[in-house]
């Protein structure tokens, strides 16, 4: 059968509108396409200065490195690098290291006592005695002093308190409940550690004066008191810078 004239009216009709179409898709998908194409470039051509950031980051290190070891250099040279300087520096670290265990400033390891001091605390009924005022529950300066001063007595080779070593510079001070201790502040128990002969120190604890004035109120209104000698006892170094602070002779005075 032949196509009628109106067929071929629809037809061309199609192809009229169908051309336009496809060419708009096409220039659309050259667009995308040289758009994704132009993206690689511009990653591509970011590669380079990668490589650059890198080579001038090395040489920077590099630079730094060299600084750094001309100045250790410089530093060996004015600190040491001939036999008389490293002699007089090994005497001088030897002396140093001699006097810090006497000064308290190395560990220290031996035979020795552990003594415990606390707050009184309450009955199984919760009340402490009715006759005890504040003052007369809680561990005061002096007791922790004296304590102290009882062991040093006894020869005790090296103290330590809570966490902290005793030295010629150490000032425990009571704040109300708790103890104040190279800027540091604890509550009790407090824990005192002493290395020396525990026979010893236990004798001057019971002969001090305060120690006994103590040892009364913890019978009486129950504060706590505990001896423990021990076998081997551990206590630290200590750690903090040491400032020592001496009186000056004053000049001659006018009149």
Known sequence: MEPTASQHTRRRSAW?????????????????THGVSGGDEIRR??????VDLVRETQQSVDRLSGERDALADTLDSHHGGSPATDAALAAITGRAERLAVGAGLEPMRGPGLVVTLNDAQRDAEGRFPRDASPDDLVVHQQD?????????????EAIQMQDQRI????????????????????SPPYVI???????????????????????????????????????????????????????????????
């Open 16 to 32: 009229r509108f169908g051309v336009p179409v496809i060419c708009l898709l096409a220039g659309m998908l050259l667009a995308a």
């Open 167 to 186: 030295i010629g510079t150490s000032a425990p001070r009571c704040v109300g409940n708790t103890l104040l201790l190279n800027g540091r502040t604890y």
């Open 193 to 255: 550690t002493a290395i020396g002969d525990a026979a010893a120190m236990q004798a001057a604890l019971a002969a001090a004066p305060l120690v006994k004035l103590y040892r009364q109120y913890v019978v009486r209104f129950g504060l706590g008191y505990a001896e423990q000698p021990r076998s081997s006892v551990e206590v630290v170094g200590h750690k903090q810078p040491v400032r020592m602070q001496y009186a000056k002779p004053a000049g001659p005075i006018g009149y």
């Open 144 to 156: 922790i002093d004296a304590v102290l001063n009882a062991l040093w007595s006894a020869g005790a």
């Open 45 to 50: 051509s970011d590669a380079p200065r990668l």
